[in-house]
C-alpha cells in the first residue's frame, strides 16, 4: 500500500514538498486552514490590478535545483529589484531625497553630509563587528548612515531598539555598496510572474489532492495519527499547538488602496518598493505591485506597509536567542503528542526569517528525508 502524508500548510514549503512525495510516489494530501493556497506569497486582485496583501515578495535564488523546479512550473519571467529609500537629511529638511537601497557610495558622495559619512567610513574596522544588530551595522556604515537608512526603519519595523536585535540577520539584509551593483539582489535569477506568484503555486499543487478551510492543530493528533504514516508540519508551533503569545512574532498590515490612472502603465509611487524610514510617516515602506508586473490597466494600487500588526510575519529574533530556544521546545512538544513521525519545515515551524527560495529547498530537504526514513 501507498505510505500516506499529511501536510499542514499550502505555503511554498507545503505545496513543493507534497508536490515531490506525490511525484516520489506517495498518496499526499494538503491541510491548508484559509481558502487559497499560496500562503504569505500569495497575489490578490483590486479592481483588477495585482497587488500583495502580504507585502512585496520578489523570488530570486543561486539555488540550481530551485531554479530548474519553479522554471518547470512556469516562473521565468526576468525582473531585476531595484529598491529606493527617501532620506531625510535634517529635521527642518522639507523634502525627502530618492535614494538607492541598498546605500550607494557614488550616490552618497552627492550629498551634504558626505564628508562626515566619510571620515566615518575611513575609521571602520576592516570587518563589521558586534552582537546586536545597531552595534553590527554601525561597524558597517558608520552612524551617519546608519541614522539616516536604518535606526528609524528598524526601530518602526520592530517596535523595539536596534541594540536588543540579533545581529545574525543584518549580513543577508543590509550592505553599503561600493561597486556600483543597483539591483537588490546578488542572485543569478530573479523572477517577477505577470500575475502574481499564485499560478505557480497552483501549478506546484496541481496533481496533489489539497483540503481547504482545514486548520488542524495538536488537538488532532489522534485523528492524523490514523489518517497518515507520517505529518509534515509547516504552520506557527504556537500555533499549532494552541498557546499563542509562547513566542514573539512581528506582523504587518499592508494598507491597500486602488487609484485610478489615465495612463494604463500608469504608476503613482517612484519604485515597487520605496523605503520611508522618516519617523514622519508611520509605515515603513510604500509597495505598488504595478512595477513589477508592468500591467497595462486603467489603475494601481499602492500599499503602505504598516508594522505591529497581530500577525504572524517574522519571527524576532533577538540577541539572546530566545524564540529560537522556545520554538525548539515547542517542536518536542508536539511531536510527543503523536504517535506517527512529525517534519517540521517552513518559515513559520522552523521559526526562520527565510525567502521563497530558501522555503522551496527546505520542503525539498524534508520530502528527501521523508521519503528516504518511510520507502515510497
Ligand atoms: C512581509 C514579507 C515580505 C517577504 N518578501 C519576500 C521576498 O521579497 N522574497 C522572498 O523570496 N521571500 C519573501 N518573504 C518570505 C516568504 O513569504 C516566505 O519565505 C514563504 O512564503 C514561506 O513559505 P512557507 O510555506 O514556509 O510559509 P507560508 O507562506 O506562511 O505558508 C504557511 C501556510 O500554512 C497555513 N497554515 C498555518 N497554520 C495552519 C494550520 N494550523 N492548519 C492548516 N494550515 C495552516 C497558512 O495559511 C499558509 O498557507 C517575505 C515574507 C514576508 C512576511
Known sequence: ???RIGVVGAG?????AARLLTDAGFAVEVLEKTSVVGG??????MNGVVYEPNGAHIFHTDNEAVNEFVNSHGLTRPYDHKVLTEVFLSPDDDEGHLL???PQ?????????????ERELDSLPTQPTGDNFEDFVVSMMGRTLYDLFIRDYTAKQWGRPATELSARFAPKRVELRRDGHRGLFRDRWQYFPPNGINEVIESVL????VTLDSEITVDYADRLGQDYDAVIITAALDDFARCPGELEWRGIEMRSRFEPTDDPGGVLTPAYVTNRPSTRVPYTRTVETKHATGQQIGGT??????PGAPRRHYPVLTADGANERRNAELGKKIADHFDIPVYFAGRLATYRYINQDEAIADAMAVAHRVAAELGG
Not at 504569505?40 to 486582485?45: G, I, K, L
Not at 557610495?105 to 564628508?115: A, D, G, H, Q
Not at 496541481?206 to 489532492?209: D, I, L, N
Open 206 to 209: 496541481s496533481t496533489v489532492s
Open 40 to 45: 504569505h506569497s500569495r497575489a490578490e486582485t
Open 301 to 306: 494600487v499602492v500599499s503602505e506597509e504598516m
Open 1 to 3: 500500500m501507498r505510505r
Open 100 to 102: 538607492s537601497w541598498p
Open 12 to 16: 511554498w514549503t507545503g505545496a513543493v
Open 105 to 117: 557610495v557614488e550616490e552618497l558622495k552627492e550629498l551634504p553630509v558626505w564628508p562626515t559619512v
